[in-house]
């Protein structure tokens, strides 16, 4: 069976009100032959992202083949998503419930986990209530997601931070982007009081010096605006793929996020490769850095374009010997505490930016 891309092996179980529409009769429903119109029910072998036909009678219809040729089609009346479906239980509903989450995730994971990430951003948008938010750096794969919500015109609070240090080429994509899709894309931009303290206390580009200092430029100019921009989510869809970095192999396609939110990583098995041929087919706006050696996409002073065979975040803060490479958006645990010790002054107290960047 298919449904727009996804193709699924099926079981007819269940053939109901045959008709055949030459004689203007009703058939045999025993058997559905050639012209003849029915209600079937399907058994599929594993789960398909589809729309009930009148809630979206474009999308709502599907194509059967049998033994590689096309034996018909039709539209999809019901869908029962069997015992073991996507649970009903919300994010919304399980509040504070920290252990009612990550099994709520573990059941999503298992499954998303089989379907395109085009049909995992679809069953995650509709199963999961509350506030959603895709944040984008422009980087490939958060074109490629952005192009995949956009299709699916899936009601997303589409995100950036705006750090103010990055790549001019990353700036005119984001123009680029928003003319193609016809959306305005929401910029969250550090606090003023943060970068002034930052600046003041270890220099314009005092993230070169220690890894502390660099921790804290992260947490003031990334970390906190994130926080902002998530305030309110329930969950959190981002570009993360699992064969980024060996510090991203345990990547699944939903975990919870020490925030307590489900983030989403609907691209998280796909390889760079992919996502290419991806964008490339749809004609994706990809930023022309790509093409210079620049893997991932961060602040200009921060990224270099790395040589053939070096890891993909190899150009991230590369005069770091730390291999794990990440800015604290992912991981708060590790940079949290050691951007507040680093934005805290000599004398204990927390500086104006040091406070926010705690947060
Ligand atoms: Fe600051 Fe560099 Fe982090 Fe950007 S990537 S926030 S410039 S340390």
Known sequence: MRIGMAERRGRIETIENVIDPGELAKAAPSELARNHIGEIEIELSQPVGADLHVQNPRTGRLVLDVAGRIAGGGLILSIDAGTDRVPETRAQD???????LIAFAAR??????????????????????????????????????????????????????????????????????????????????????????FVQRHGIDGFYDTVD??????????????????????????????????????TKVVAVDERGLLKFSPLFDWSRQAVQNYAEYNGIPVNPLHERGFVSMGCAPCTRAIAPGEPERAGRWWWEQDTKRECGLHSRSDAGEVAQRAAVGPTGTTTKGGSSAGA
């Open 213 to 250: 200092a660099r921790l804290a430029c992260c947490h003031a100019r990334k970390v906190e605006p994130l926080a902002r921009a998530l305030a309110g989510a329930s969950g959190w869809i981002v570009g993360l793929r699992a064969d980024q970095s060996d510090h991203r192999q345990e």
């Open 108 to 197: 999503l994971n298992e499954h998303l986990a089989p379907l395109h990430p085009r049909e995992r951003l679809e069953h995650f948008c509709r199963e999961v209530a509350g506030k959603i938010v895709f944040t984008t750096s422009f980087g490939l794969e958060d074109q490629a997601i952005l192009h995949m919500l956009r299709e699916r015109s899936l009601d997303i609070d589409v995100v950036t931070i705006d750090t103010g240090r990055l790549f001019p080429e990353t700036y005119a994509l984001w123009t680029e982007t928003e003319r193609k899709y016809g959306h305005r894309i929401r910029a969250v931009y550090p606090r003023q009081g943060s970068v002034e303290a």
């Open 94 to 100: 399980i509040g504070a419930d920290r252990d009612g």
